[in-house]
Antibody, heavy 123, light 109 residues
């Protein structure tokens, strides 16, 4: 069974940094692209960032480019999202998701999702 | 604003058929995926690629597309289908950018 478990969320002051993690199991992590998606309170889904299976293809939403960094550790089956200079508008549930395609640099459909971790940015 | 456009809300009588649509230029060259999101739950993939149902999705869900519009159809809607539905796709010819529509809230009456 595929499992994705996010951690690292919490209440953070504006301007601070935060690192989210996603522990995975139940599939060959190194074979799949991975993504972060967020949902702010009362808003829709927003794709944040994606990384290919071998990290040679990385993309970010325009709204987070320059402040967010996605990375992966294939040896530890884990995905991370480093967030700098947090803003109130970054308040959201952050979901880790596994791509459906195997061993390709192209991003596709998000097949499996974690339960999310809440990031709240407030003074 | 989203690069994929969805109607904010749609309603359907229990047991009837409903179509949820998604429009965008990127659908000219990319397939849409469909996701179901219920309050307090993780999103769930419903449809992907050329009309493929994700694992565990009932066959009352189906997909179609025409030009710049993709559609998700629920034939014989059930109470448990009440949820927010989002389309998603790659952005234009990009390999590394995904976009979602603004979502459609489905109410089953």
């Amino acid at each position: 069974e595929v499992q994705l478990v996010e951690s690292g969320g919490g209440l953070v002051q504006p301007g601070r940094s935060l690192r989210l993690s996603c522990a995975t199991s139940g599939f060959t992590f190194e074979d799949y692209a991975m993504h972060w998606v967020r949902q702010a309170p009362g808003k829709g889904l927003e794709w944040v960032a994606g990384i290919s299976w071998n990290s040679d293809n990385i993309g970010y939403a325009d709204s987070v480019k320059g402040r967010f960094t996605i990375s992966r550790d294939n040896a530890r089956n884990s995905l991370s999202l480093q967030i700098h200079n947090l803003r109130a508008e970054d308040t959201a549930f952050y979901y880790c998701a596994k791509d459906i395609l195997i061993a390709t640099r192209r991003f596709s459909s998000l097949e499996h999702w974690g339960q999310g971790t809440l990031v709240a940015v407030s003074a | 604003s989203s690069e994929l456009t969805q109607d904010p809300a749609v309603s359907v009588a229990l047991g009837q058929t409903v179509r949820i649509t998604c429009q965008g230029d990127t659908l000219r060259s990319n397939y849409a995926s469909w996701y179901q999101k219920k309050p307090g739950q993780a999103p769930q993939l419903v449809m992907y690629g050329k009309y493929n149902r994700a694992s565990g999705i009932p066959d009352r869900f189906s997909g179609s597309s025409s030009g710049l519009t993709a559609s998700l159809t629920i034939t014989g809607a059930q109470a448990e289908d009440e949820a927010d539905y989002y389309c998603g796709s790659r952005r234009d010819s990009s390999d590394n950018h995904v976009v979602f529509g603004g979502g459609t809230r489905l109410t089953v009456l």
